[in-house]
Every structure is written in structure tokens, then in C-alpha cells.
């Protein structure tokens, strides 16, 4: 497994701010330009690395919802 490194205080207030529909917002903004023959190669890449970190960032945001859910359904059950 792979293992955790600690955050720094600039990355856990990123975190912190992190919108999920803005993120999803943005996702589709890139999607846009590299869907556009007009993008240079190196704005696509740099656009495909943003999203690949975007997309990251959603799927471990909406685990950590996804666990909360499972929590709180657990605690209604007792």
C-alpha cells in the first residue's frame, strides 16, 4: 500500500477550501479546451495533469463522504 505523506498547513488549508462542485465546475472547463483541435500540445498537457489532480481530489473527497454516510447510518442503527 502506498503510504500517506504528511501535509503541510498550506496543503491541509487547501484541502480545507476544497469546493467539490467547483472542482467538477473546472473539470469540465478542461475538458472543453482539450476537446478543442485549436490547444497546443503543451496547454493540453498541462490542462490533462490539472485534471488528473482535480479528478484525484473529487474521488477522495467523495470517499471521505462516502465514509461519513456509512458512520452516521451505523450510529442511527444502535
Not at 476537446?35 to 490539472?50: F, G, Q, R, S, V
Amino acid at each position: 500500500m502506498a503510504e500517506r505523506v504528511k501535509k503541510t498547513k498550506k496543503e491541509d488549508s487547501v484541502e480545507e477550501n476544497f469546493v467539490i462542485e467547483d472542482a467538477f465546475e473546472r473539470l469540465e472547463e478542461i475538458v472543453a479546451k482539450l476537446e478543442n483541435p485549436d490547444t497546443k500540445l503543451n496547454e493540453a498537457m498541462d490542462l490533462y495533469k490539472e485534471g488528473v489532480v482535480l479528478s484525484e481530489k473529487c474521488r477522495e473527497n467523495l470517499e471521505g463522504v462516502e465514509t461519513e454516510i456509512k458512520i452516521l447510518n451505523t450510529d442511527n442503527t444502535k
